[in-house]
T-cell receptor, first 113, second 115 residues
């Protein structure tokens, strides 16, 4: 499976600020996904990022709050904008492998004060 | 959209016992069902998956069964070991041949294996 890295691994931010999370994979992949995992909860898909097109957002998530870039086949960023304490979560990227499998990055643990 | 229910939320077993986690899904178009194991502070790891053209799949001590008619699938772990302790998530995904698939996850099962 692909090797996936995320930066930063964790951060503590002030409310009202924005944070950009990077996801890097060691091979070219068509689809990349961004998930949120709130403390002690399951994974919720934020959006799907396909290189060369606008990201597709799931219900309850909007581009103004979570803008996503996908400049090439190995990299994507997720920005959490105008943060509030409710945005405190782990943010994970994943990449699609063969036959619909998905592999996850190590996650970014975000705390908003 | 898809809705995945997972039970139980916690499961405690003795080392060597078997553990079974069950999931149901709502979208009859779903036909890919992966299971992930997430240890504390770590990323979810894919441990086994099954597609709708298969009723059962086994990998050493882990097996998954699928009943498409009833829309439920289960994870079976035999001869449990303390290192099996983790949160397990099931997920469901629609047809893999429509471009790309998204995963809908269950709420997770915390499995505790006591020595």
């Amino acid at each position: 499976s692909a090797v996936i890295s995320q930066k930063p691994s964790r951060d503590i931010c002030q409310r009202g600020t924005s944070l950009t999370i990077q996801c890097q994979v060691d091979s070219q992949v068509t689809m990349m996904f961004w998930y949120r995992q709130q403390p002690g909860q399951s994974l919720t898909l934020i959006a799907t990022a396909n290189q060369g097109s606008e990201a597709t957002y799931e219900s309850g998530f909007v581009i103004d709050k979570f803008p996503i870039s996908r400049p090439n086949l190995t990299f994507s960023t997720l920005t959490v904008s105008n943060m509030s304490p409710e945005d405190s979560s782990i943010y994970l990227c994943s990449v699609e492998g063969t036959g619909d499998t998905q592999y996850f990055g190590p996650g970014t643990r975000l705390t908003v004060l | 959209g898809e809705n995945v229910e997972q039970h139980p939320s916690t499961l405690s077993v003795q080392e060597g016992d078997s553990a079974v986690i069950k999931c149901t899904y709502s979208d009859s178009a779903s036909n890919y069902f992966p299971w992930y194991k997430q240890e504390l502070g770590k990323r979810p790891q894919l441990i086994i998956d099954i597609r709708s053209n298969v009723g059962e799949k086994k990998d050493q001590r882990i097996a998954v069964t699928l009943n498409k008619t009833a829309k439920h699938f289960s994870l079976h772990i035999t001869e449990t070991q303390p290192e099996d302790s983790a949160v397990y998530f099931c997920a469901a995904s629609p047809s893999p041949y429509s471009g790309y698939s998204t995963l809908t996850f269950g709420k997770g099962t915390m499995l505790l294996v006591s020595p």
